[in-house]
């Protein structure tokens, strides 16, 4: 009975589209389903958040999102072997967002768990392993849940994880660090955003309850309590809009400014999903309005050391072919395909949108996709993709068009 009462409470509170209580709420049906299984995470290695390179000839390759094939036929045309070994001594990176809304993301995620740990790749925590460290539910990921959600029919067919699986994927994701660095090159899967690299270098613990443990500092903070009351208030209103594409939503400037600095506030979310600011008109995207947008940070990166990302969905578009049309702000409009981007020329999103395939299929489509799986090859700067083309990179180290 008290079970139920708090279940109802928290059902409650979610109406107030709390995340922090939403989590809870999650782990708390996990506790009683599964007993304290795949989320608990005390047996768990702590490691450095900021981790280690390896040395040597470097294959980085783009958000995978459950695309096995792509990921197959990328490896081959790179010359690795089954099992990830290069015949030059060459190691993989995987840039994160391994997983969800592909058809294989078992497939995928078993893949690169084995080429981890036999020491032929490394890979940094994408927002989707995140997120699934985090017990949410969302976004294609049914796949670890072993049952469809509500949304999840769009992402069929998905091949779900086998039982009793979930606790082996969930300790992988929480052995991958939140960025990679060597003196020439830093990896990281959306923002390298200086002041948050700062606060977690030097730190060591289990990636997920260090994500934690930096949530309940922001939550403890009275300023962002007094910030998120405002919000609240600001919000309520208009609670039953938010979800409703044709509604037709005010500037809500203190929701922005909460969203914003609920952003900001863990470096481990900055570094995973990015940089966001307040935006001036709300704009529906992803099921909800919005009233912060993505930032371009790389316009305001100024350190000589190259940082490679995904996350940031770019489109290769092959010399001559027409623009691809496309819903919403597209961080890459002035941005050529094959081109390093950001203030001085440093920075390259190796996401090439395989993680779209899936609407792709949708349309009817089944071959000579629009997205791509890419590699970056480092230090050569050269581009491969799973359809077996190639090219070289453009503007490395050039100034901003
Ligand atoms: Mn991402």
């Given at each position: ?10 059902h ?10 939403q ?40 958000d ?14 790179l ?5 990830g070994?290069h ?7 995987f840039?994160?967002?391994?997983c ?8 995928v ?27 949410q ?29 979930a606790?082996e ?7 991958l ?47 962002n309590q ?8 600001e919000?309520?209103?208009w609670?039953?809009?938010l979800?409703?594409?044709?509604a ?9 400014r909460?969203d ?7 470096p481990i ?29 790389w316009?305001?990166?100024l350190?000589?050391v190259?940082?490679?990302?995904g ?17 919403g ?11 390093w ?8 999103c ?33 581009l491969?993709?799973d ?15």
């Amino acid at each position: 009975m008290i079970v139920g009462a708090a279940a109802r409470y928290l059902h409650w509170r979610l109406a107030s589209q709390d995340e922090f209580l939403q989590t809870l709420l999650t782990r708390v049906k996990m506790v009683f389903t599964t007993g304290l299984g795949p989320h608990v995470s005390t047996d768990r290695m702590s490691i450095s958040l900021i981790g280690r390179l390896p040395a040597g000839p470097l294959d980085l390759i783009g958000d995978v999102h459950g695309e096995m094939q792509a990921l197959a036929d990328l490896l081959a045309v790179l010359g690795y072997d089954a099992q990830g070994h290069h015949p030059r001594g060459r190691t993989l990176v995987f840039v994160g967002d391994l997983c969800d809304r592909g058809p294989d993301s078992p497939a995928v995620v078993d893949w690169v768990r084995r080429a981890c740990q036999a020491g032929t790749a490394v890979a940094v925590m994408g927002n989707h392993e995140l997120n699934l460290l985090r017990g949410q539910r969302k976004d294609g990921n049914d796949w670890l849940h072993g049952n469809l959600s509500t949304d999840g029919q769009r992402y069929l067919p998905m091949r779900m994880l086998a039982e009793g699986k979930a606790a082996e994927v969930l300790a992988f994701f929480d052995t991958l660090p939140i960025a990679l660095e060597r003196p020439d090159l830093r990896v990281v899967h959306a923002a390298w955003h200086t002041p948050s690299i700062a606060r977690l270098r030097g730190l060591h613990g289990v990636p997920s309850a260090e994500f934690r443990r930096l949530e309940v500092a922001f939550r403890s903070d009275p300023d962002n309590q007094r910030l998120a009351l405002a919000a609240g208030e600001e919000r309520g209103p208009w609670r039953a809009q938010l979800l409703d594409a044709r509604a037709s939503l005010p500037n809500l400037p203190q929701v922005a400014r909460w969203d914003a600095l609920r952003q900001m506030g863990n470096p481990i979310r900055v570094l995973t999903s990015g940089v966001e600011h307040p935006q001036g008109d709300p704009f529906f995207a992803g099921g909800q309005w919005r009233f912060v947008q993505r930032a371009s940070w790389w316009d305001s990166y100024l350190d000589p050391v190259p940082v490679v990302v995904g996350h940031y969905w770019r489109r290769f578009v092959p010399p001559g072919a027409p623009a691809v049309q496309r819903q919403g702000h597209d961080m890459f409009a002035d941005v050529p395909s094959r081109r390093w981007h950001g203030a001085c020329g440093q920075v390259f999103c190796v996401d090439f949108s395989v993680g779209g395939r899936f609407l792709e299929r949708q349309h009817g489509r089944d071959r000579q996709f629009d997205g791509r799986l890419a590699a970056l090859r480092w230090p050569e700067r050269s581009l491969f993709f799973d359809d077996g083309s190639s090219c070289p990179t453009e503007a490395y180290g050039g100034m901003r068009l």
